[in-house]
């Protein structure tokens, strides 16, 4: 669990930068860039409701 809470941290901050590239400088790559890494936040976030609900059962 706990290296899919650093996955999670990692893909964070890349999204953060990207996010902040295309809305201060209108960088229309790093806009793709952060919606790749949003959606891969998306799974990482499932994948860890997974694990934390299987954690709460024991």
Known sequence: MKELVE???AEFEI???DAGLQVEK???A???RARK???ELSKLFKDFRKVSVEEAKK
């Open 26 to 28: 209108g960088n229309k």
């Open 15 to 17: 999204f953060k930068t």
């Open 37 to 39: 890494s949003a959606l």
């Open 30 to 32: 790093a806009g793709t």
């Open 7 to 9: 996955k999670i941290n």
